[in-house]
């Protein structure tokens, strides 16, 4: 039985026992995807690491302001985050 490009099938050639082996498929495309994937998820992670020490490192400074100074600050900084993200899950599932 073949396989379709980067799926997983059926190896018709199974063990004596008439079980079959699944065998997994990886053209260049897929491999060149999953790249992708580790590399945007070992950017994310450190990015992330990076920016929540950026953020509380400014924090520290800014506390002698009002509180709505820094109920605006920490509303931003938490939601920030969430586009850099984005455009990197983005590129990472692109073809």
């Avoid at 498929?25 to 995807?33: G, I, Q, T």
């Avoid at 590399?39 to 490192?57: E, H, P």
């Avoid at 985050?81 to 599932?93: D, I, N, Q, S």
Wanted: glycine share 10%; hydrophobic share 55%; proline share 6%.
């Amino acid at each position: 039985m073949k396989g379709k490009r980067g799926r997983v099938y059926r190896d018709p050639a199974g063990p004596a026992t008439g079980c079959s082996i699944w065998r997994w498929d990886a053209p260049l495309p897929y491999a060149r995807r999953m790249s992708r994937i580790v590399l945007a998820s070992v950017a994310g992670l450190l990015g992330f690491a990076l920016y929540v020490g950026a953020v509380v490192t400014l924090a520290d400074s800014i506390g002698l302001v009002p509180w709505a100074v820094r109920a605006l600050y920490f509303a931003v900084a938490g939601i920030a985050w969430v586009f850099p993200a984005r455009w990197l899950m983005l590129w990472a599932a692109r073809r």
